[in-house]
């Protein structure tokens, strides 16, 4: 009784109307459970993950697992986006720090032309040529300087051994993102990924591509420096420095020793769980690929790996026991069992000082030929300002210094001169099926009707809302509302918005401006809206947790709710209508939903009348060029901006029906 006088109160408030308050909700809380779009997508990653263990168990000769190796390798390069061109690391000292047993160099080099890491090289006194250890951060925001990122320099430089900490894109010096003061315009250092991810998506990329070539880049720096041994390279680091690890040691056989922290699991336990992480932590089509967390240790058997983790850790320690037992049967298959192991240390996310031991002792293992035990000890740290490399503290305060968004920007503007070509010589339908394509939206011939439920009928002082459901082959159902005013006209209206069914149905909002001119218009809550949403939508990242899961399984979040879109459109066309005779239907898009809304109208022409676009970008070009594109994420598509861009739809929908406004 409580959560229904609840539900009644919101639609009141909602709605905005004095009248007495409405319950606009159409599923129970029972369908709402099962119906939610994220519930959906966990069914299909578990399935294909299933699918992938069947593989898994197939492998069982050297050569089986060389093949599966390579294919999965080469699908991971792929989809980050391939790896940039190695540029002159122009490397440079800034300063030298005198410490007990070793020094500290606050370095600077290039990861690309004018795309600067800064870094803090440990160096221990030794006449001779010592293995380097690359040490990726975690997200932290100070990254390089931070109490645990310093911890793993000094104990691996007293253990006879050179570390290389480096700040990743977002953190430390090399926020992309500044404020008009010269400072991080976010403090939430997963935030800068995501922006990177908006922009870096379309043109089919990952923010992955940047840490993982900055991590390669610093091996290419260290293993330049004449004290350090090139052929003894480790890598190891935390949280999302385990994330950069685990690429970067399933992608360069130069890591001749790998300890990956607080970050392995399996995707099974992960979505069981916490769900998708950062931006780079998602590879676009992973999971239906077959590419699963236990595969980073997996690609570069059999050289040594230790998996470090935590008891209490959010990323699961049962997965954890679950990777590596995958990776110790198939080292086994390979001859070397003892080169892959896992600790376990009491204790919370993070490296622990028995963690920083531990690895510590695996590399000198195998770096070093020294088994000696490494004893668990608090390690005393400098400030942070001793550490840094710039007195602005930003790379981006460099001349002509280049970001993620600039990279990203010029590599569009590379795909922009082909997209061109290619629309000027190509024939409107195969354009069309190449989007279809990429979005996963099939042709209108295999879509079926949609049916409906009508879930009764509420009063209003003008006109009545009737409450429906509309159900597709999909599992999600479309919960919608039907705004009619007393006697409508043979036109009828979709309204489609980010909000869902409710958007602009206040008191004198623009649906009450239609009702008021005699139209009818059906609102639905989209795939992941509404009642089917997993939780609020956040305005900078949206529903990212939702979006990066359908991202995981290659199917564009996009795709999904232009199917919904177009069956939707569908309903209003041809409700007591006969298929040779529809009503005329005009599209409504808001915000986000207006991407939706012209991508089902440059697929289906011909089910709308007029199209009219609010409050959305013009070109998804321009996201890209933006360096914080708030609200964006969740209707980016994995290398879009490869075939075709937001004015290609506009000419397959029809120029004299597609009208913009910004209110």
């Not at 997508?41 to 697992?65: C, F, G, N, S, W």
């Not at 420096?225 to 390279?233: G, K």
């Not at 005779?581 to 440059?602: F, M, N």
Request: glycine content about 8%.
């Amino acid at each position: 009784m409580k959560r229904m006088i609840l539900t009644l109160l919101t639609a009141h408030v909602l709605c905005g109307h004095d009248v007495i308050a409405q319950d606009l909700t159409c599923l129970s809380d029972d369908q709402r459970a099962s119906a939610k779009l994220y519930t959906q997508l966990q069914q299909q990653a578990y399935k294909a993950l299933e699918r992938r263990a069947t593989v898994y168990e197939q492998l069982k000769t050297p050569e089986q697992i060389h093949a599966y190796q390579e294919k999965l390798r080469g699908f991971f390069i792929t989809q980050l986006g391939g790896l940039p061109e190695r540029t002159p690391l122009n490397a440079r000292t800034v300063r030298t720090i005198l410490a007990d047993g070793y020094r500290i160099e606050n370095v600077i080099f290039d990861s690309q032309a004018n795309h600067h890491i800064t870094a803090n090289l440990y160096l221990p006194d030794s006449a001779s040529a010592v293995p380097g250890v690359v040490v990726s951060s975690g997200h932290s925001r100070t990254a390089k300087t931070a109490d645990y990122n310093q911890r793993f320099g000094i104990m691996m430089a007293r253990q006879g051994m050179a570390a290389l900490c480096f700040d990743p894109i977002g953190q430390g010096e090399r926020s992309q993102i500044l404020n008009g003061s010269g400072q991080p315009q976010y403090q939430g250092t997963t935030t800068e990924h995501f922006m990177v991810g908006v922009g870096s998506i379309l043109v089919g990329r990952n923010t992955a591509r940047y840490r993982v070539w900055d991590a390669m880049r610093s091996i290419d720096y260290l293993a330049s420096r004449s004290e350090v041994d090139s052929e003894r390279i480790g890598f190891s680091g935390c949280s999302g420095g385990g994330t950069v690890t685990s690429y970067v040691m399933a992608l360069d056989d130069r890591v001749a020793c790998a300890a990956p922290a607080c970050y392995l699991t399996t995707f099974r336990h992960l979505i069981d769980t916490v769900g998708p992480q950062d931006a780079e932590q998602n590879v676009f089509g992973q999971i239906a690929f077959g590419l699963d967390h236990p595969d980073y240790v997996l690609l570069r058997a059999p050289r040594p790996t230790l998996i470090s983790s935590t008891t209490g850790d959010y990323f699961s320690i049962a997965g954890a026991w679950e990777n590596y037992r995958q990776a110790k049967r198939i080292y086994a298959r390979l001859g070397f069992p003892e080169r892959v192991d896992l600790v376990e240390v009491e204790g919370k996310h993070g490296v622990h000082p028995q963690n920083l031991a531990t690895i510590a002792h695996w590399m000198k293992r195998w770096l070093l030929d020294n088994d000696e035990p490494v004893a668990a000890v608090e390690l005393t740290t400098r400030p942070a300002s001793d550490l840094l490399c710039l007195e602005s503290g930003q790379v981006l305060t460099l001349p002509n210094e280049r970001s993620v968004f600039d990279l990203n920007a010029e590599y569009e503007a590379k795909l922009a001169k082909q997209r061109k070509e290619v629309w000027q010589t190509a024939r409107r339908e195969d354009m069309t099926g190449e989007i279809r394509k990429l979005l996963g939206v099939r042709p209108n011939s295999e879509l079926e009707p949609p049916q409906f439920k009508d879930l009764g009928r509420l009063q209003r002082d003008h006109y009545h809302i009737d409450k429906l459901v509309l159900r597709t082959d999909s599992a999600v159902p479309l919960p919608g509302l039907t705004f009619h005013p007393p006697v409508p006209v043979d036109d009828a209206y979709l309204y489609l918005h980010d909000s869902g069914k409710l958007g602009d149905s206040g008191a004198d909002g623009p649906i009450e401006q239609l009702i008021d001119e005699g139209y009818a218009v059906v609102t639905v809550d989209l795939s992941g809206q509404g009642e089917t949403a997993f939780g609020k939508r956040d305005p900078l990242l949206t529903d990212w947790k939702t979006y990066y899961l359908s991202y995981l399984l290659g199917k564009p979040l996009l795709g999904i709710r232009v199917e919904d879109a177009l069956a939707a459109g569908d309903f209003v066309a041809y409700y007591q209508k006969k298929r040779d005779a529809p009503r005329k239907v005009h599209l409504v898009g808001v915000g986000q939903a207006g991407i939706v809304a012209l991508h089902a109208a440059a697929l289906n022409p011909d089910l709308f009348t007029t199209v009219t676009l609010r409050n959305m970008p013009r070109t998804w070009a321009s996201v890209v060029r933006q360096n914080a594109p708030a609200g964006q994420l969740d209707s980016t598509v994995h290398g879009a901006l490869r075939i075709y861009d937001l004015p290609d739809l506009v000419r397959l929908a029809g120029e004299d029906k597609v009208h913009f406004e910004d209110r």
